[in-house]
């Protein structure tokens, strides 16, 4: 069953646009978002995190929007660059002692030069 | 600092073979997991553990087996192998931390092929 839903599956982007990642959930006990980026050959890293107290968080060009009423949460990524193609993933954590998160099945990011 | 190393980074193997992941962090992290990621599909967490000598199932263990004998290794087994396991295997760790954060850092990856 898969508890986080991900869209759009890729996305192609020109230089200096906006990118926008979409994330539903189930779970109301999840507490933490994070969003993960993964290049090619690589593992993924932390990108942006949110919790659900905060409806929004801005880190430079990348901003999480969070509505805890519809269980949703975007990645929006300003300006564009080729150097932000990449895997993108978001993610929610489970509650409780391990913390182990569940994934989105990711968005495949193309900032066209 | 290293971080997560995984080995191998690639290995073909054949159907009912057996092979062990290797895991190793530096960070002291006391959490550890496992995830296979296939294309399309995201992360699933496979197996994980909160510290030596404990150990869980996650989504998809079937499989699977692993060991965390001390806080730096956590080794994945693959018993009898079969071609539904092929795909990239990626060990993670993070650190319980005061706030409730929960930062993976992850390896780069072990992409395994059963033919």
């Known amino acids: 069953q898969q508890q986080v839903k991900q869209s759009p599956q890729s996305l192609i982007v020109q230089k200096g646009g906006i990118s926008i990642i979409n994330c539903a959930y189930e779970n109301t006990a999840f507490d933490y978002f994070p969003w993960y980026q993964q290049f090619p050959g690589k593992g993924p890293a932390l990108l942006i995190a949110?919790?659900?107290?905060?409806s929004e968080k801005k880190e430079g060009r990348f901003t999480i929007s969070f509505n805890k009423s519809a269980k949703q949460f975007s990645l929006h990524i300003m300006d564009s660059q080729p150097g932000d193609s990449a895997t993108y993933f978001c993610a929610a954590r489970v509650s409780g002692s391990a913390r182990q998160l569940t994934f989105g099945s990711g968005t495949q990011l193309t900032v066209l030069p | 600092n290293a971080g997560v190393t995984q080995t191998p980074k690639f290995r073909i193997l054949k159907i009912g073979q057996s092979m062990t992941l290797q895991c190793t962090q530096d960070?002291?992290?006391?959490?550890m997991y496992w995830y296979r990621q296939d294309p399309g599909m995201g992360l699933k967490l496979i197996y994980y553990?909160?510290?030596?000598?404990?150990?869980d199932k996650g989504e998809v263990p079937n499989g699977y087996n692993v060991s965390r004998s001390t806080t730096e290794d956590f080794p994945l087994r693959l018993e009898l192998a079969a071609p539904s396991q092929t795909s990239v295997y990626f060990c993670a760790s993070s650190q319980q931390g005061a706030g409730g954060a929960n930062v993976l850092t992850f390896g780069a990856g072990s992409r395994l092929t059963v033919l």
């Open positions: 949110i919790r659900p107290d905060v």
């Open positions: 960070m002291n992290h006391n959490y």
């Open positions: 553990s909160v510290g030596a000598g404990i150990t």
